[in-house]
DNA sequence: TATGAATGAGGCTTCATTCAT
DNA sequence: CATGAATGAAGCCTCATTCAT
């Protein structure tokens, strides 16, 4: 993947064409311009994992269990990624974020990327509403407690690939599972507002 | 700063020089190369950072105290960045990790990058190390738990940035330093490491 | 021809681009840098020239006619560049010198030059031999004799090139093929090599 | 020397600052200009050449000892900058040569070129001239035969330059001078001017 | 529909020259 | 006198995009 290697402006057109076995005014077919490339590219990779994580929802049963199996989730999505030939592929949900932040908030970009952005925390959010609802999890501000998980996750996701020679996965996802599962089981709610 | 508005690729040595009041060619009495400058950013940035953090340690007693120093400053930074005349700088850090991501790692400044990260990671092992001596935290893998806490907040920073016209910085915080604390003091260790 | 008129370092890629017609960047096309562009016109320059030398060459019978067409050719040679519309493309063959004195021995540019000169030596080693053969010439040793020849023939282009008004073609050729002639025909051999 | 080195364009003031030991302002209390420099440097080159020839002419006796001189001190002369730390410095003259096909016949530098290319050839025409008187010489046009000598021996140094691997510089020496010598003693002068 | 040759705007970098000290 | 930091004009090269085939 073009992108994923080099980035957005390194990327070149020529690279993409011939990646596809098609020509370089193919290209210009099908997009508008490189930026639509971007953009198509984005939409893809939300949707894909949006896909997955819905498939496995509905195979938990209780709220706890889908948290963990989301945690578990991004953590396969991960290593597959590494470990398959589309393995150079990965970093480009790092670029994705780079260019989010980059862009002009009004552009087309920046508007994809948001909606991934949300459309992923709000997979959470039903979820954890249960979760209260069952008592299981303190009245915290629902959105507050997904962006938390969903953003960390990213984070990991990041440090992981960058010192992927020095950690195991495994390893790292179950501390991870740890501290997050009990973090968010025994968080006390925002009685520390004052603060 | 140019590159934190543009990524490193469309933030142009004309502005650069412009910015700083100088002419295009004294750009290069300073710095060897465009990359060149790049890489002095992702030191003075790391510098600054960990300068502060050390400041922030040296005030706390107990474990706890530490981290929750250290999680608080992670906001703090950030919230400072924004809200100053920088403000338009602080998306550096995330243009910093997508050069890392995809420069080769061969290269001067992916080096400089991961060393960074690094030593980002090893401030928190000392204080993590404490806790378990004094038994406040189970006996997880210390470098491990440090990724995850400095890996999580990395990815808090960027969706916040993201995002800061829906989320309020504190309440962020507060949700943040209670997943997380709570999770660290509460992760049963390693036991699970079969699944 | 951008080259000859201003040298290998002023000539500009977007002359050469608008001499030939086509735009800035379709040079790149062809050629993948401003050196490789004057590689080729080196090596079309001794193409031409020893084409032209072996079809000469070829219509002489003895030795010495074959040794007077060839001077007689290198003045032609210079003659036809220097009357026709191609006449300031003449200069190109000092500056294929002045690139050779300067460049690298390693360089590819190094090496096409010094291939075209020993080919150009070349021409002349055994039409000498073949005098040597017949008597008619003393046993020097043929490749000093065919360098000195060579060599001279091109100071003689320079000096001519440069004093062109106060010179005229046809006589100087004249008084060259004389001393040449006489000087190769009568030269005694290496017997004072112990000077 | 910077300019043997680098040629005219490559050869840059910091440089030639820094072998002379001087600051890079202080080249131009003494040059105005970069190509001033080299005019200055084009007048010395040839000043040293005419003084030493000079020297050594009023040493010989007969026109041919004189001749024979100036051939053998041609190649000394070359021998010795090629041999002395000043090796690098040779190839000047064929940037001198160089630059003066490049340069506007109105230029300054053309002219200082032109002036010491003449001076040059007005070394060898009281000699040529001497051996005419003394019946040694055919009446040949005393300025065409002295072209073609000086540049002949121009041309040599430029070839043995090249090649300087393959070739040695004593025996070529040898060879030029029996081929002049006798070329110069036995022409026949210019009857064949009808051709 | 597919192509890839042609294009030129744009950016990094070099370096002769200036001038305040 | 000597200096070297500052400068910006200038040039090579890249590459997204166009368009004739």
Known sequence: MVFARNGL????????????????????????????????????????????????????????????SLIEYSFKFLEEYLDSEEGESWPIIMEIFSQAIRADASTEMHQAIIRGVRAGVAVFEPILQDGVKASILKPFDIDYFALVVFAALDGLALHYYLQRERFDIKELM????????NGMLTATGRKELQS
Chains 1, 2, 3, 4 share one sequence.
């Open 174 to 181: 179950i501390t991870t599972r740890e501290i997050f599962l």
């Open 9 to 68: 402006e390194r990327g070149k057109i020529a690279d993409i064409a011939n990646e596809a076995g098609i020509g370089k005014g193919t290209v210009y077919e099908y997009f508008s311009s490189k930026e639509d490339i971007f953009i198509a590219l984005v939409e893809g990779f939300f949707t894909e994992m949006f896909h997955d994580m819905d498939a496995l929802l509905a195979m938990g049963e209780t709220p706890v269990e889908k948290i963990t």
